[in-house]
């Protein structure tokens, strides 16, 4: 499959869009002076203690307050006024106050009326692996799987397993040289080592570590063996393109390309915008005749498989309700990812009769969510007929994502 990764302005916006040919399958939109915080490290305050639910509340900048679960949090890096030595490293466990200061990276973004999520676990990612800080042990991406590689890769990673960190081998790494998997984890490990050093003497919500930007973290986070090209038409972020390429992945480095046809725009050319508002449209048609209703809601998604015209003069009822429902399964699979719907997800298929065709369609839908980058679980099917599928968050849904843009450029 030709699968690109194009990148482009609109306005002040930043549009990073994954293609499969002529599918955009994912996306994700950005102000160009956006401050996002996902991801980033800050030395935070202890405002509040929620001993009911075992949670503080955790403040990054002033008035800016943040969810910390302590249940999940067992050895925060406070700020102390002794010097650190790596001799000396090792996990701590220790219970926060009132008052204390600690590091925490913010893991999840605000939504609506909910606080951002924070860690004192923090993370550090690569393109191979993600170093994990309070977690000594080694994971290998699930995605991989080829049992003598997970060896393989969990082998090079325990020799640099130490007492306060661990690390995750990310899907990326399979099959890639050991000393490229070496550098990385020692380039992760060198920027913990220095973080926890001085951030602890830094004033308070001190930003110490922030994330690259979303269309960076696009070009890390692609399966880069698959992507054929990294398109942008913009000079400012194919120089910052470059520049991290040239520093982090030189081998992909032959796949960046600058846009310059000056008869149609890049954004034109892909069909960009019309995608877009397709994307957030409650309504999508099925090539069968059938028909996908989409809406989200403060609690969960709720997807609708409908016959729509499939149905239509069919003998063979049940065979057509199988067909339907097989072709919702890609078409959702392909929804779920390309709109970043997080959460819980509840799909009502069509009924269906036989046992052997509910199993089929499950099977299928397991198979398409598996392909997803991001961690997606098919749960059940409930008594009822409906399949419950949970994926994790990581950016907000695009259609929130196209309500801040618009706010930004003052259009309703």
């Excluded at 990310?170 to 490990?189: D, F, G, H, P, S």
């Excluded at 000079?235 to 520049?243: G, P, T």
């Excluded at 915008?273 to 709720?302: D, Y």
Aim: aromatic content about 8%; charged content about 30%; overall charge neutral.
């Amino acid at each position: 499959m030709d699968s690109k990764l194009v990148i482009t302005k609109n306005e002040n916006t930043i549009i990073s869009a994954s293609f499969e040919g002529k599918d955009m399958v994912q996306v994700s939109l950005n102000a160009s002076q956006e401050a996002g915080i996902l991801g980033n490290i800050y030395l935070g305050k202890v405002k509040n203690i929620l001993k009911n639910i075992n949670a503080a509340f955790v403040e990054i900048a002033d008035g800016r307050m943040c969810y910390y679960s302590m249940s999940e949090n067992q050895y925060p890096i406070m700020a102390k006024s002794q010097e650190y030595r790596r001799e000396e490293a090792g996990l701590l466990a220790e219970k926060i106050r009132i008052g204390d200061e600690l590091l925490v990276q913010v893991t999840k973004e605000d939504v609506k009326t909910k606080a951002p999520v924070v860690s004192a676990n923090l993370n550090f990612t690569g393109k191979f692996v993600a170093l994990t800080y309070g977690k000594p042990a080694v994971g290998v991406s699930s995605k991989i799987n080829d049992e003598a590689e997970r060896r393989r890769l969990k082998n090079i990673a325990k020799a640099h397993v130490r007492a306060e960190y661990g690390f995750i081998i990310r899907t990326n790494a399979a099959y890639v040289a050991e000393e490229k998997i070496v550098a990385e984890m020692e380039r992760l490990a060198a920027t913990y080592e220095e973080l926890r050093r001085y951030g602890v003497h830094q004033s308070r919500f001190s930003l110490l570590y922030k994330t690259p930007p979303n269309y960076i973290c696009d070009i890390r986070d692609s399966y880069t063996d698959d992507v054929m090209e990294f398109i942008t038409d913009d000079e400012e972020l194919y120089i910052n393109m470059k520049e991290y390429l040239e520093l982090y992945q030189p081998e992909d480095l032959p796949k960046l390309r600058f846009y310059s046809d000056p008869l149609i725009s890049l954004s034109n050319l892909y069909g960009i915008n019309e995608k877009l508002e397709n994307a957030v449209r409650p309504f999508v048609w099925l090539k069968s005749g059938g028909s996908l209703v989409i809406q989200p809601t403060e609690a969960l998604t709720v997807i609708d498989v409908n016959t729509g015209k499939a149905v239509a003069g069919k003998k063979q009822v049940q065979e057509t309700f199988l067909k339907v429902n097989r072709e919702a399964a890609k078409e959702i699979a392909r929804q779920i990812r390309l709109r970043n719907l997080s959460g819980i997800i509840i799909i009502d298929f069509i009924d269906m009769e036989l046992k052997k065709d509910k199993e089929l369609l499950m099977e299928e839908l397991e198979g398409y969510l598996k392909k997803d980058p991001v961690k997606t679980t098919l749960v059940d099917m409930t008594t009822l007929g409906l399949v419950e599928v949970t994926r994790k968050k990581v950016r907000k849904p695009l259609h929130e994502q196209l309500e801040e843009v618009r706010k930004q450029h003052g259009k309703d």
